[in-house]
């Protein structure tokens, strides 16, 4: 039986519905009891104004990177099973949620199809995708420039650290 190949990628996590850090919480946990998915690192947890739409709840946001054998729509696949089980409903786009995966990056992967853009095309205009994603991959390359690079040019503003421990969605 050949090795299994892991590859990298990043997650983004955020709600605003209900208890979304114990939602994160449970998410990551999910995913790291799976076999073919591991979680390596996990941002500080951040309180954020809403973004898109703002006539809502402030939200609670962090990040992670995973090392998985699964390909980017299998991964897919199972964030989106997780956010069902947490009663996530998709009602309105950037409308109030329970529990929302994003998948940011996955090893190198470019790619434009209907399901799965990746990079996702607007983390890097994103403040609450990229202040958490430097938490742990500040030096990550995304379109041409890291991490720490697009978050330098980004509005955070009223973005604010929730918990400073790496470890908190092991207690949530």
């Known amino acids: 039986m050949p ?17 979304p850090v114990h939602a994160m919480a449970v998410a990551l946990r999910a995913l790291d ?3 073919d ?5 996990v941002s500080r947890l951040y309180r954020t104004p809403p973004w898109g739409k703002t006539d ?28 069902k089980g947490m009663k996530r409903e998709r ?12 998948i940011l990056t996955y090893a190198d992967v470019v790619q434009s199809a209907p399901r ?8 890097t205009d994103r403040g609450f995708v990229l202040m958490p994603l430097a ?21 955070v503003q009223g973005i604010e650290v929730a918990d400073q421990r790496g470890d908190w969605w092991c207690r949530a």
């Open 3 to 19: 090795d299994l190949i892991f590859k990298s990628a990043t997650l983004g996590l955020g709600g605003n519905l209900g208890e």
């Open 33 to 35: 009891q799976r076999p």
């Open 37 to 41: 998915c591991r979680v390596v690192a």
């Open 56 to 83: 809502q709840s402030y939200f609670f946001n962090a990040c992670a990177a995973v090392e998985t054998t699964l390909a980017p729509e299998a991964l897919l696949d199972v964030c989106l099973g997780i956010e």
């Open 91 to 102: 009602i309105e786009r950037w409308g109030p949620r329970t529990l929302d995966i994003d």
């Open 116 to 123: 799965l853009e990746l990079p996702h095309p607007r983390m």
């Open 135 to 155: 938490d742990f991959a500040a030096e990550l390359l995304v379109n041409g420039a890291t991490v720490r690079e697009w978050l330098d040019k980004a509005d």
